[in-house]
């Protein structure tokens, strides 16, 4: 086959414990699923999940020991750190059942789901959507997937941001309004999930700006660390 212009390359993260890289299809995110983080952005903490993508291209990956790092982005005046869990997943399949969703997942990351708020903010009072202020270029920091059987407990592990080493963030995964299984039932039911996608889980309470300079230091137990500059 021949392309009018070369396609652009594969995003692929890198794998714990082995050489082949986990080509990324879609990158799903989940909206509000801890309660204090949905209370700190004023609302209840219980409503139905929802759902936003990130294009695959707009994430960094960061390898294992490296340290990465992400320009700061164009428009806004008020960049947010929201440290995620983040699942793979290896199997696909479309109306998954809660009770079925484990064999779905091929293993677990750490990212993170930066967010220009300010520019999200405005599409809220608008009602657009919220792409601008979500789905910019390099918005999606994140490290090497863990296959489930090395992951550990991750139901209840912690989860957990520092910058410039100061505590920024601090919960556990066991706090999710909607755990993983019943995330993967809800996604499954609108999208056919595919081999290659990632959920971006949520993020815990105590989001906030960072700048130009700043280090972002966030881990998951079991996941290791993930670190990302935000470039001067
Ligand atoms: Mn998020």
Request: charged residues 20%; negative net charge.
């Amino acid at each position: 086959m021949s392309f009018v212009f070369e396609p652009t390359s594969t995003v692929a993260l890198p794998v714990v414990g082995q050489p082949e890289r986990f080509p990324i299809h879609r990158v799903y995110c989940v909206g509000r699923n801890y309660e204090e983080h949905a209370k700190e952005m004023g609302f209840t903490g219980r409503e139905p999940p929802f759902f936003f993508l990130k294009p695959t291209d707009s994430l960094v990956v960061v390898d294992a020991g490296q340290i990465g790092s992400m320009p700061y982005p164009s428009l806004t005046q008020n960049l947010h750190h929201e440290i995620e869990l983040v699942v793979a997943i290896g199997v696909g399949g479309k109306n998954i059942q809660a009770a079925d969703a484990e064999k779905h997942i091929y293993g677990y990351a750490v990212g993170l789901d930066m967010t220009r708020r300010d520019l999200q903010n405005d599409m809220k009072k608008q009602g657009r959507p919220w792409c601008i202020g979500k789905a910019f270029d390099q918005s999606g920091p994140i490290g090497p997937i863990t296959p489930k059987d090395k992951a550990g407990d991750v139901i209840n592990a912690e989860i957990s941001l520092q910058v410039n080493g100061a505590d920024r963030q601090r919960s556990s995964i066991d706090k999710l309004i909607w755990n993983i299984a019943e995330t993967i039932e809800h996604l499954s039911a609108a999208w056919e999930l595919q081999p290659g996608d990632l959920i971006f889980t949520g993020t815990p309470e105590g989001v906030a700006a960072v700048v130009q300079g700043d280090r972002l230091v966030g881990q998951v137990t079991g996941l290791g660390s993930l670190t990302v500059d935000i470039q001067k």
